[in-house]
């Protein structure tokens, strides 16, 4: 390694540019405008791994349609716990975003959020049975209230036509919520990181973090590799470090060498997607349709048919099909999961990995197919699809955590952590769905962790960026109404 030619000094590091990130450094831009923040990102631009469009559903993650959040118990009851969490943090994040759009901060909505609703479909008796308990289960909760259920094939088809073309004989049954949304998240972190930039923070493009080394003073110093021109490396010291580098923050916590980190590994996941970028056929569709995970299946690989929208123009989506690779970013290194085992988390991973063969059985499986299988699994949805239509793409990589757990040793955890060192100067988030739908809130667990003096004095800043700050929607109805129209009314999302 070649000796780091230059020390610069900022109060706020963020270490990589995707919608964490941006969400963060703007938090922290509007709370303390004279903070220095600085942002590194080891591509040459913003958003471009998992927040990139192509690289997520870009659901917008309310629990609307994804039955994943609230499965069926043994007595075939539906608990609804988890979805009316994952929505009322759903939002937050609508909350911030009209804020923002209101203050001239982000463009207009429809560059980076459209009105798309969102469905549950499912085949049998047995998965129509489930799906009327669930919305049962939810429709009494306000922030379910416009949720439909039918088993009605007509209205299945007023609802998402394509779904129903040609389809034979048995049962169907679908829910269908109006309120969903489709979110272009790299456009979003895009424009986040352009306000930031217009505040005063620094971007800086092809700069790779390598090594965090805590200082005496209680500061980190962060050895920097430029990827674009390599220079020698630089020292960048920090007061403040957040490690928001998807698939990359692991290794880089490992370096940081905070004992919070310890026992954590990751797994990573690969996947592809159909993409129908025909306007005549994704004309006919203006839905995100979510089906039943296979068996094994982990809860990203859940089917759906998506419409997506990209700078204004509509294509299809359908899968993700299931994947694996050792690399923790989509252009990393194949060494991304031999290098981050370590001594304190090797039982862990290997608890949770004798725990998950079904999950290794199914991503062998969706490997072996072949194109004709994927666009046979695409016809469930949609029976009369072109095969010749729709072309394999590649989805982003997701890196599940695994960490200790006290009764199995291991556990393969669905969803983000976030790693906050106890003198709150470093945090990082592990993980991954629902993420970025989710970014707002996570990033308001994490001021609270790392800036517990200043929240006092932030309060009211925040309440004017998320007006429901501190109050649950779902218990306070008459707030709901009057949050939601309002963000409706702003986002332009009915």
Not at 96 to 108: C, I, R, Y
Request: charged share 20%; hydrophobic share 40%; net charge neutral.
């Amino acid at each position: 390694m070649t000796s780091p030619q230059t020390t610069e000094s900022t109060d706020v590091l963020l270490i990589g540019g995707g919608i964490m990130s941006a969400t963060l450094g703007v938090f922290l831009k509007e709370l303390e405008p004279e903070w220095d923040i600085t942002l590194l990102e080891r591509l040459d631009q913003v958003g471009a791994e998992s927040s990139n469009v192509w690289n997520n559903a870009g659901t917008g993650h309310s629990a609307l349609c994804e039955l994943n959040y609230a499965p069926q118990a043994a007595d075939g009851s539906v608990d609804p716990a988890k979805a009316l969490s994952i929505n009322e943090q759903f939002q937050v994040s609508r909350q911030f975003w009209a804020t923002l759009v209101s203050e001239g901060k982000l463009q207009d909505p429809r560059t980076f959020l459209n009105p798309v609703p969102h469905m549950s479909l499912v085949f049998g008796d047995d998965h129509a049975e489930y799906l009327r308990r669930r919305y049962e289960a939810f429709k009494p909760h306000k922030l379910f209230e416009r949720m439909e259920f039918t088993e009605d094939r007509e209205r299945i088809a007023e609802w998402a036509p394509l779904t129903m073309h040609g389809r034979g004989a048995g049962r169907v049954a679908a829910s269908w919520s109006p309120e969903g949304t489709d979110v272009d998240f790299g456009e979003l972190t895009r424009q986040q990181v352009a306000h930031l930039v217009s505040r005063g923070g620094q971007v800086r493009y092809g700069q790779q973090v390598v090594d965090l080394d805590r200082q005496g003073d209680g500061t980190w110093v962060a050895r920097v590799r430029n990827r674009l021109n390599k220079e020698d490396d630089r020292l960048v010291r920090a007061r403040f470090v957040f490690v928001g580098a998807g698939g990359g923050a692991l290794p880089l916590l490992q370096k940081s060498g905070i004992p919070e980190v310890r026992g954590f590994g990751g797994f990573p996941v690969s996947g592809l997607w159909l993409r129908n970028t025909d306007e005549a056929v994704a004309s006919q569709h203006n839905a995100k349709v979510y089906g039943q995970a296979s068996v094994g299946a982990p809860p990203m690989s859940v089917p759906h048919l998506d419409t997506r929208f990209e700078h204004g123009r509509r294509a299809l989506l359908f899968g993700p099909y299931g994947g694996f690779k050792p690399n923790f970013l989509k252009q990393g290194s194949f060494l991304d999961l031999p290098r981050s085992v370590k001594a304190h988390n090797l039982y862990p991973m290997t608890r949770a990995g004798l725990a998950n063969l079904d999950l290794v059985k199914y991503l062998l499986s969706e490997l072996a197919k072949s194109k004709n299988d994927r666009i046979e699994a695409l016809q469930q949805f949609y029976p009369t699809a072109d095969g010749s239509q729709w072309e394999l793409v590649e989805a982003g990589q997701r890196v599940q955590v695994m960490k200790r757990d006290p009764k199995k040793g291991g556990v393969l955890q669905f969803g983000t952590e976030l790693i906050t060192a106890a003198d709150g100067s470093i945090a990082g988030l592990l993980g991954a769905s629902p993420g970025a739908s989710t970014a707002v809130p996570i990033m308001l667990n994490l001021l609270a962790k790392a800036f517990p003096a200043r929240m006092p004095g932030w309060e009211a800043r925040l309440k004017e960026l998320v007006p429901s700050y501190g109050v649950k929607l779902d218990e306070n109805p008459q707030l709901a109404d009057e949050v939601t129209g309002h963000t409706a009314r702003v986002l332009g999302i009915g």
